[in-house]
C-alpha cells in the first residue's frame, strides 16, 4: 500500500480573494493547490503566477491539441513554475512526446513539473464512454490510455479511485497518481461519476488525491481540509 496520500485542494473559482482565502487553508496545511482552467481563463496568466508565488502548485490546464502547439503552450507555462502539469492522454502518443520534450527543454532540472496524462475524466461513465464510442470498461480504457501516455513519458496519471488499485498492481509503485473523484460518504456526486471516499482512495494506492467542492462548499472549509488531512493520515 501506498503509505502517504497527499490532499490538493482545487480552486475552481472566477475570485482572486477567494482563491486566496482557500489558498491560505492549504498553506496552513501544508498541501499543494490546484489552478485550473476556470482560474486561468477567468483572471489571467499574471494573476496565476502570483497565486503559484511560493507555493507548489498543480497547474491542471488539460492541454489538449497537436503536437506543436502543446509543447509551446507548455513553454508559455514555465513562468508559473508548476510542481505538476496536465496534458489528455487522448491527444495520443505523439503530443505527449512533444509535451516531455517541451518540459525537459524548458524547465530548469532541479524544477521540473510531473508531467501527468489525464486518462478517462472522473466525470465518464460507461454509457459516455460508448456515446463517443468506446465500448470497453473505463478500467480498460484507463490501463490502456495510462501505459500509453507512461511509454510516452509522463511521469504520471490522473485517474478515478476506480481504477488506482489495478493500475497499482498493473504498474507498480513508482508511478504517480493523481486521483480526482472525491467525495464523502453519502455526499452528492455532483457531475463526477467514479468516486469514493478519501479513505478508500488512499487505502486503493493514490499518490494524491484532489478535492474541490467537498471542501470549497463545506460550511467549514478549513475543518473539513483538516477532517481529510486526518483520514488519510490515520
Ligand atoms: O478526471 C478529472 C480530472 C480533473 N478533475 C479536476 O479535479 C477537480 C475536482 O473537483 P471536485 O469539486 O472535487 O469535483 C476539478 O478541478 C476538476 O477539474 C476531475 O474532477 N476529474
Not at 485550473?36 to 503566477?49: H, L, P, S
Request: contains cysteine.
Amino acid at each position: 500500500m501506498i503509505k502517504n496520500t497527499g490532499l490538493i485542494l482545487a480552486l475552481d473559482t472566477k475570485d482572486p480573494v477567494q482563491a486566496e482565502q482557500w489558498a491560505k487553508i492549504a498553506d496552513a496545511t501544508g498541501q499543494m493547490i490546484k489552478i485550473g482552467m476556470e482560474y486561468t481563463y477567468a483572471c489571467g496568466f499574471d494573476e496565476v503566477c502570483r497565486l503559484a508565488q511560493g507555493r507548489k502548485i498543480f497547474l491542471d490546464l488539460k492541454l489538449h491539441d497537436i503536437p506543436n502547439t502543446v509543447a509551446s503552450a507548455i513553454a508559455s507555462l514555465a513562468p508559473v513554475k508548476p510542481a505538476m502539469l496536465t496534458v489528455h492522454a487522448l491527444g495520443g502518443q505523439d503530443m505527449i512526446r512533444a509535451a516531455r520534450r517541451s518540459v525537459d527543454e524548458h524547465f530548469p532540472s532541479d524544477s521540473k513539473p510531473i508531467l501527468l496524462a489525464v486518462t478517462i475524466l472522473t466525470s465518464m461513465n460507461q454509457e459516455n464512454l460508448g456515446s463517443i464510442g468506446i465500448s470497453v470498461s473505463p478500467l480498460e480504457q484507463v490501463l490502456l490510455l495510462g501505459k500509453m501516455a507512461l511509454a510516452a513519458g509522463a511521469d504520471g496519471l490522473v485517474c478515478s479511485p476506480h481504477e488506482v488499485a489495478y493500475l497499482r498492481e498493473q504498474l507498480g509503485d513508482d508511478v504517480v497518481l493523481v486521483v480526482p473523484g472525491i467525495r464523502m460518504a453519502d455526499a452528492a456526486a455532483d457531475d463526477q461519476q467514479r468516486v469514493t471516499t478519501p479513505i478508500q482512495a488512499h487505502q486503493a494506492g493514490a499518490s494524491w488525491i484532489v478535492v474541490g467542492r467537498p471542501i470549497t462548499r463545506a460550511e467549514n472549509p478549513a475543518g473539513m481540509a483538516k477532517q481529510i488531512i486526518h483520514e488519510l493520515q490515520g
